[in-house]
């Protein structure tokens, strides 16, 4: 198949399209290059020897998605490019809801129009609703009381999903909810580099352990959690992106749901110490205050990953913490060293 | 104040403008005249003597609510402009979400450009989410699981509401949440004018009553309730118009949503009774299957808006008859006529 991966040149798009390209796909990218780069289309190509056409746009605006799939004919889309930082939507919910429902329904319209029928959407394990019960199982309702407008947004978008579905009897359906994705590519040469500080808690690890920050901000201690820090399902970003394989294999029309995680809880200290074991020191941490909108626990069930998709994480928080560290290595400022 | 009224051109702008008007207020509208006219503009100017700026728009395109803020500086905008009919919503899903969503997200954006703070909104009793308790309280929760994409529109328009006016304590929500607006102006020189067949009930019965069309169609009459027609709350748009401009008077930072409704049901059979008496002969009718996404029942708790914003519902469902004839006789298509 040949598959529109939209912001192919972020973080989890990057490691997608080389399982894509491995597997004997074709991928085009469309990235607004907002919170990414160009150098990391590269390295997709020094990874996979193929040739990657990276088209850059920002598909939230009318009539571009459009465009996109006139000069690029291709049999699926994966939907990865949004905007991600939880804290910032809470500061910036207009261009969170704009810019994430926005893309979708243009790609959407545009699909329609070019006869695509196959789409793999990037949702959160965060798109459930409060409260919640762990482990997270896929019948738990997603909506508008999940936790902060990020993901309300996704939320949003797998109801919109679901009703244009039933409108469309040809529309198939995977959306994905990750939990947190964390490493890398093994070769290093791709991996997450996020702008500024870091959001999410392995790249703020791997520039301390790096040097380029002193400590780790620890976003409270005080959950109701085993060691009072956030647990999360930490899955290696390799093993999401064979998911993303796997998902677009198994399309039917209708919509399916699927959580993407490991199945299992790792404290924010875990993942430090498993961080400091790697580079053989202890990473230095600071506690600070928690942050407006963040669960104190969240892990999947991924049975049905398992029995529908015959996907399950093979990789650990060990090979996620090694990776991280030979990507933050080798490229101690991102894309930019 | 100057208010800037979205959809201003249809059946509850219009009477709304009317009574922003008597009431000393300056109105300018936008409307993208889709489903409405021009010339009902030009009776409400007839009606008041006032000279009233028509804006022919399509609000949910890029910049297009900042180029009317711009030009028209406003002190609050009331913003009804939205595609509204269920069926069609479960039809065209991506359309109602991209044009209902869309203009609320370019005129919040275009308010902060153009330092306007008070918003009122138009939303919907089915916004609240299945299974509801009767009668509905404003506490109970609006969400993706209302009935149909248009109602979910609503349900998440008010949800980016809240997460806007959290972003900005500046922001001066009124989240109005109608109940089924039937009747028009006494004078009969405004009124509810749909394209083709009509969606809701009052306007379809006038036709019949007119002569354009030959039986009400009543969809279903197995609902579980006492004639097994659907029971719905019918408010007079006269009364929704003054709750409007009650909720202008009463705005404050932060989000407060009022139901506006009678807090009596009807049924379907009772409405087509009352409408026979006040035309003086048997309105025919035949029963139809029920349309999907129709709930069975919904009427009102109007508590909150009787206390905070002084307001109550004082016609009658036979006013809402008799003026709905008044408007059917003197003009049997519309501003057509």
Redesign the interface.
């Known amino acids: 198949m040949k598959v529109l991966l939209t912001g192919g040149a972020g973080y989890i798009g990057t490691h997608v399209a080389v399982e894509l390209i491995e597997q004997g796909h074709g991928v085009v990218i469309a990235d607004d290059l907002s919170n990414s780069s160009a150098e990391a289309v590269r390295r997709v190509e020094q990874i996979t020897g193929a040739s990657i056409p990276l088209v850059v746009v920002d598909l939230s605006?009318?009539g571009q998605a459009d465009h996109v799939l006139a000069e690029h004919p291709v049999d699926a889309v994966i939907h990865l490019a949004a905007f991600k930082a939880v804290g910032e939507s809470?500061?910036?919910?207009?261009e969170y809801?704009?810019n994430n429902?926005?893309s979708t329904?243009e790609l959407?319209?545009a699909m329609?129009r070019h006869g695509v029928s196959r789409f793999v959407f990037s949702s959160s394990g965060t798109a459930y609703e409060e409260p919640i019960t762990l482990p997270l199982v896929e019948t738990a309702?997603?909506?508008?009381?999940a936790t902060n407008?990020y993901s309300?947004s996704k939320?949003?978008i797998e109801?919109?999903l679901v009703?244009?579905a039933?409108?469309d009897p040809d529309l198939q359906v995977a959306i994905l909810r990750y939990f947190n994705p964390v490493g890398n590519h093994p070769s290093g040469l791709i991996g997450e580099d996020p702008l500024g500080i870091p959001n999410n808690l392995m790249p703020f690890v791997s520039q301390v352990a790096g040097g380029r920050r002193d400590r780790v901000s620890v976003f409270g201690d005080t959950y109701d959690t085993p060691d009072g820090t956030g647990v999360r399902d930490y899955v290696h970003v390799m093993d999401l992106a064979t998911g993303h394989v796997a998902a677009l294999a198994t399309l039917a029309p209708g919509v399916e749901a699927y959580n993407l995680g490991t199945g299992r809880g790792t404290s924010v200290l875990e993942l430090i110490a498993a961080y400091s074991a790697v580079v053989g020191r202890q990473i230095p941490y600071e506690i600070v205050p928690p942050r407006p909108g963040d669960a104190a626990a969240t892990y999947a069930n991924v049975d049905k990953a398992n029995r529908e998709l015959h996907w399950r994480a093979t990789r650990s928080l060990e090979d996620a913490c090694r990776d991280a560290w030979a990507w933050q290595s080798a490229n101690p400022r991102g894309y930019e060293s």
């Open positions: 605006r009318p809470v500061a910036q919910p207009l809801y704009r429902i926005d329904l959407l319209a329609k309702p997603t909506g508008l009381a407008p309300r939320a949003i109801r919109i009703d244009v039933a409108s």
